[in-house]
């Protein structure tokens, strides 16, 4: 069977964004909505829908070969594991960005990440806060900790608190304050690379390739305008990440070209300003649907 499995999150942040991803690779399902298991229509690739911290477990029993979890999941379960070389990150993805941060109350006499040492800190990631702690020559006790880790510092259970943190409105509410931050998280693509068949390592080359021109895609901007002809070399400096423009006649304006170019960074009306300034008119900024490079 040369089908490849990719296990994303059923419910919760990471589950919108990683089914769309897919989508956006031209991978379609048959599923009905109390089925957790989707059934690739026109690619050789199957989906599980499963709980995010389920993911890695699985990637490394074999049930599936690719999944989409945070990164913060990730390192906790092959930390836990000891088993790291078996679970690759193949793509760090463009959402699902939090950080891992200590933080205390806003009472408390500690000042500093140092100030921690002989602390009680709550976390739900003892495994990656350990070894974060350690690289920082921290000796402090982790305290495992499911559920809303902010309250153990008020109930007496730790001193500090270790957590994923978005915005920091939870932290605010709770009267603690972010102290430093650990690790930065965002939404991977894992993958269990020790048993993929020659047959499934070419279907994920070619979901690879895809998945590269979309996030590829995501990133740039397609950029059209007109310039004077001895401007040219000043606007493609101008153009932010852009490769050797392509450059059109314009009909009764000898002296003046269509430009076409692919912007491969994010173009800020500052940039068009600029292009304005050096003599470009008519300037249309477009998405990028597809990119195959």
Not at 117 to 144: F, H, Q
Not at 218 to 235: C, F, G, H, Q, T
């Amino acid at each position: 069977m040369n089908r490849i499995r990719v296990a994303i999150q059923k419910s919760g942040r990471l589950s919108e964004r990683s089914l769309g991803l897919l989508q956006s690779c031209g991978l379609r399902f048959a599923h009905s909505k109390d089925k957790l298991y989707w059934y690739g229509r026109d690619f050789p690739v199957d989906l599980l829908l499963v709980r995010d911290d389920d993911i890695p477990r699985m990637l490394l029993d074999g049930v599936c070969e690719l999944g989409i979890v945070g990164e913060n999941i990730a390192q906790e379960v092959m930390l836990e594991s000891n088993a790291g070389g078996d679970m690759t990150q193949l793509r760090k993805l463009s959402f699902g960005g939090c950080r891992l941060s200590l933080a205390v109350p806003e009472d408390s006499p500690v000042q500093s990440a140092s100030d921690l040492d002989g602390c009680r800190i709550a976390t739900s990631y003892p495994a990656l806060t350990t070894a974060l702690l350690v690289e920082r020559g921290i000796n402090a006790e982790t305290v495992k900790f499911s559920g809303s880790v902010e309250i153990a510092p008020g109930l007496g259970i730790a001193d500090a608190i270790a957590d994923l943190v978005s915005t920091g409105t939870t932290l605010r509410a709770n009267h603690l304050v972010e102290l430093e931050v650990l690790f930065e998280s965002t939404a991977a693509l894992y993958g269990q690379m020790a048993k993929l068949t020659a047959e499934k390592k070419t279907v994920l080359d070619r979901l690879l390739a895809r998945l590269d021109g979309v996030l590829l895609a995501a990133e740039s901007k397609y950029v059209m305008l007109n310039a004077p002809r001895d401007s040219v070399e000043k606007i493609t400096r101008l153009l932010p990440g852009a490769e050797n423009p392509s450059l059109m006649n314009l009909e009764g304006a000898p002296e003046r070209v269509a430009l076409h170019a692919v912007c491969r960074e994010a173009v800020f009306w500052e940039h068009l300003e600029a292009l304005k300034a050096a003599g470009a008119s008519a300037i249309l900024v477009l998405p990028v649907e597809k990119m195959l490079a």
